[in-house]
């Protein structure tokens, strides 16, 4: 049988997992919640149950970890805001013992930059940027073909950016984070804010805090709901205005867009890349860099971002 | 003899030239004023005339070329704000022609960033930032020990990050640019402001704005003019405010400052590292990210860096 790359995405929500070929193919995949094993212990056991009830661990060359705040350096993750757990996790020990596989850690933007230069869109670019946006906003560069670790093994934060030094609080502990404004939480904010300050009616109105979704967001979009529309038009400026600072970083070819918030289409391509534009330096815009949807499913992405780590690190390259 | 390089720095109000060993020992150096030349040919033609009476030719390998928006992928100065000259200009192709040795162009920032990490404090770095503070701002980013270019040559443009997106007209044609801030010319229109918004009595009421340089302000604020020391505090709370986003993008060791205003000392340095730090996203805090000055002395630091591109590219490495 072919050999195997076990991925797994470590999200604030779902922790997805799943068994791809080396020519990016998912041959198996399923999800754990990851806000059920409030002890981290047991959230390693129970990936280890569901992961080997999946699929026979035989061919399976290597394990690949996608998490916030994971450090490809030394392998764990480090006060993981949007998880629940605190301090520091030696995420490559534990599923290492666990899987008795070699284990490679980095954060979910890293892993997701990967995916998208290994099977998406990025195949033959050098130069590039990718944004997941999830509950929060993770990001991974590329430069010179290669990630940008960074001196500590941690750069490409772009989430943690600054938008507004007196804005929302973040959970990292700042205020006003490009994340607090451009996430999965972010344009549920953004959605309330608007709700209090204009009486416009909106299908919103009968959604609690807690029930909101991306989803229910972009539905509502879609029917014409002004305060969805323009929940998305917000975000899409925000994120535009900060894009074009990082375009003149490290000068991508073209800026990719992974999560819930990429399925919005023009309501927030249309505004992000409008302002990108706006506020770029004119001589960037002798060339279109676009902001585009990733090349992957999201879903697919993830797992696939993470188990490119196996076949770049750890399968003989 | 042992074998030379020819270093051209192309700057706003000067272009310093000279020839450099190897080692980087500066054999001799001069300059001409770049705004006395508003014919391009004529400027390549006294280049010519002043560097062949400054030392022979005979040992010299090549020319390195530092200018704001120089391409390194083509050789060219593309639309440079803050030189005389108008559109595309074909440096490589001009000094090429005129001394008959092979040359190589990058932007200015960038050919600082290489004099540091071959002669400056960045030696053992292979992740850091330089930022040049002139007439206007330029930066070099090295990541994974390699120049940050970017897709079409021009990446690393820190100066034109946007502070303030209704803020000061830039030269570039945008408003807000973190170098209408952070520049020997952001820190005159600094302390303009500042006269005209106090009353508080300043030496530096009564210098025009022509005459008025980073040299006189830095010399006011070491006296204790109370209008010189909050320009230069108001200088570096907006550097430092930038300087976290810059961090959570490439993860730099250090950051270098270059230029008359890092001749401030505390003035700048203190509210620059004490704002950078203040939002910076924790978990980058782990350990101290300095805001140093550069290695190297600045009028050399600008030769030796345009100079090190010849042993970098030309001279068989």
């Known amino acids: 049988m072919s050999k195997l790359a076990i991925g797994i995405d470590v999200g ?12 990016g193919t998912l041959v198996a995949q399923s999800r754990i919640k990851t806000r059920d094993f409030p002890d981290f212990k047991a959230y390693i056991l129970e990936l280890k149950k569901q ?35 605190k301090g520091v996790l030696d995420f490559t020990k534990d599923i290492e013992c666990a899987f008795g596989k070699k284990t490679i850690v980095t954060n979910d933007g ?3 930059a990967l995916g998208e230069m290994a099977y998406g869109k990025a195949k033959n670019m050098r130069d590039f940027v990718v944004l997941t946006v999830g509950t929060g906003l993770g990001s991974g560069i590329v430069v010179n073909g290669e990630l940008v670790y960074g001196k500590d093994g941690f750069a490409g934060e772009l989430g943690h950016t600054l ?4 804005g929302r609080n973040c959970d990292c502990g700042k205020k006003g984070c490009l994340e607090t404004y451009v996430s999965a939480t972010g344009i549920k904010r953004t959605v309330y804010k608007l709700l209090a300050d ?21 539905a509502a979009a879609a029917e014409g709901d ?3 529309i323009e929940a998305f038009a917000y975000t899409g400026r925000i994120l535009g205005m900060k894009l074009s600072d990082f375009v003149v970083h ?27 534009e706006k506020y770029l330096m004119p001589r960037f815009k002798l060339r279109k860099i676009e902001l585009q949807p990733s090349g992957l499913k999201d879903d697919d992405a993830q797992i696939l971002g993470a188990s490119s780590l196996v076949w770049k690190y750890i399968d003989g390259k």
Chains 1, 2 share one sequence.
Do not use: C
């Not at 604030?12 to 020519?23: A, I, L, P, R, Y």
């Not at 009486?199 to 229910?216: A, H």
């Open 12 to 23: 604030g929500t779902n922790s997805k997992f799943g068994f791809t070929t080396e020519d």
């Open 51 to 85: 992961i080997e009830a999946l699929h026979p661990l035989d061919d399976v060359v290597g394990i690949g970890v996608g998490a916030p705040n994971g450090n490809f350096y030394n392998g764990k993750v480090e006060y993981p805001p949007n998880l629940p757990w």
């Open 250 to 276: 490290t000068g991508p070819e073209a800026i990719f867009l992974l999560g819930g918030l990429s399925k919005a289409g023009d309501h927030l391509f249309k505004p992000a890349q409008d302002n990108m």
């Open 163 to 166: 938008v507004n030094a007196n």
């Open 226 to 228: 002004k305060i969805a």
């Open 198 to 218: 204009y009486t416009e009616p909106s299908v919103l109105r009968s959604i609690s805090f807690d029930q909101l979704s991306t989803r229910t967001i972009t």
């Open 110 to 112: 890293n892993a997701a």
